[in-house]
């Protein structure tokens, strides 16, 4: 019997990259001052799109990580998936010494992930809270 | 014992019979109305409408799009949705068992 | 409308004045500057601000909308002549004994870099505006 429908699956999979994101962001943010340093982007969509498309290895569950999925392929996580798309972007103008990280969009960036990524968990937890009061039937 | 008798026992079976089908006769709407059955199944649907409205907002927003407060809004209507279903339901419960509970 | 768009819009917003703020220091700081790699006086750089319609930035899909992101589009330098001041001694000197200064009054780029900065508060606070808005709306499904 099927409890968990797809909708929640894909928040799942937005919850891993968003985390991603976060990461790509904060490391830049780190790295504002590094001299030649170019700032790493991810591109949410496409991440997303890969993501979901290597669902259909992830129906079949696996026990330990050497396990194929079903094209014979390794099922990897949504976040797996995320990592291996970040790229070095072109960044602004690098300053003087190289460095091009543009802070303010990179926090304004910053700040619109974590809105996204409260909004995905906020629709996750209210879905489980309706199956949850399903199941108890009201009392 | 003779057979008739038996066969008297069983006209009051018929009689049930006749009460079942009379029963289902007169749950029957009138004439241009709804029966139960179908305002339940309405019901049911409508809220299971609620619910797929609100998978697809949360599904549009995870995707990086759509409108964060169209979501809040669809995800709080089907939590109210899906709680009225719920007291609706245990309230017909609790209806069938009082009727079942009166005995013939 | 993208419930977002005005986040990435308010931090281009902040992009441009944090480079306009880093030019009017650079004109303070030069303000008395006769030599440099060209050859001649420092000239004042301004910048050129550009808006040009929102695009979808890393592919990510959006809803066009009507409004506009500030960009920088270059950044000229100010051709204009600074004061002139007889000093026939100064190394810098023209064959008139006249010195060119640079062309940067400091009362102007004083008032520059002030309305930058206040520029800079008033899109910081467009962003924490947008994000109390974007929570008040999350909070109605509690």
């Known amino acids: 019997m099927k409890i968990f429908d797809a909708t929640l699956k894909t928040l799942e999979r937005a919850l891993d990259v968003r985390l991603v994101e976060q990461n790509v962001l904060a490391g830049n943010v780190a790295n504002a001052d590094t001299p030649g340093y170019k700032p790493k982007e991810l591109d949410f969509t496409a991440a997303m799109k890969a993501a979901s498309s290597d669902a259909g290895a992830e129906m079949m569950t696996t026990t330990s990580p050497g396990h194929l999925g079903l094209n014979g392929a390794a099922v990897s996580s949504a976040s797996d998936i995320a990592t291996s798309m970040v790229l070095e972007g072109r960044g602004t103008a690098p300053s003087f010494d190289g460095n091009a990280v543009d802070l303010d969009r990179t926090m304004a960036g910053m700040a619109e992930n974590g809105l996204q990524y409260g909004a995905s968990a906020k629709a996750a937890g209210k879905k489980l809270a309706i199956l949850r009061y399903a199941v108890d039937g009201g009392g | 014992m003779s ?55 949360a599904a549009k927003v995870a995707n990086g799009g759509g409108n964060l407060h169209e979501m809040s809004l669809a995800l709080e209507k089907a939590d109210v949705a899906m709680r009225l279903a719920v007291k609706v339901r245990n309230k017909l419960l609790d209806a069938y068992n009082e009727i079942m509970k009166m005995g013939v | 409308m993208d419930f977002l768009t005005a986040l990435r819009i308010s931090g281009s917003g902040l992009s441009v004045e944090r480079t306009r703020v880093n030019l009017a220091s650079s004109n303070l700081a030069n303000a008395e500057t006769t030599r440099t790699a060209a050859g001649g006086p420092y000239q004042r750089l301004d910048p050129v601000i550009q808006a040009i319609p929102f695009g979808p930035m890393l592919g990510q899909a959006t809803e066009p909308t009507p409004a506009l992101n500030p960009i920088i589009a270059s950044i000229v330098a100010d051709t204009s002549l600074g004061r002139k001041v007889y000093s026939p001694g100064h190394p810098d000197a023209d064959p008139e004994g006249f010195v060119t200064f640079p062309n940067v009054n400091p009362v102007h780029e004083v008032v520059n870099l002030m309305s930058a900065s206040r520029s800079y508060e008033a899109n910081a606070t467009a962003i924490e505006t947008l994000k109390t808005m974007a929570q008040r709306g999350l909070d109605i499904a509690r």
């Open chain 2, 3 to 57: 057979i008739e008798s038996i066969q008297n026992l069983s006209t009051p079976i018929k009689g049930i019979d006749g009460l079942e089908s009379g029963a289902a006769e007169r749950a029957r709407p009138a004439a241009g109305g709804v029966s139960f059955a179908e305002t339940l199944g309405q019901a049911i649907e409508s809220v299971d409408k609620i619910q797929l409205e609100a998978d697809g907002q």
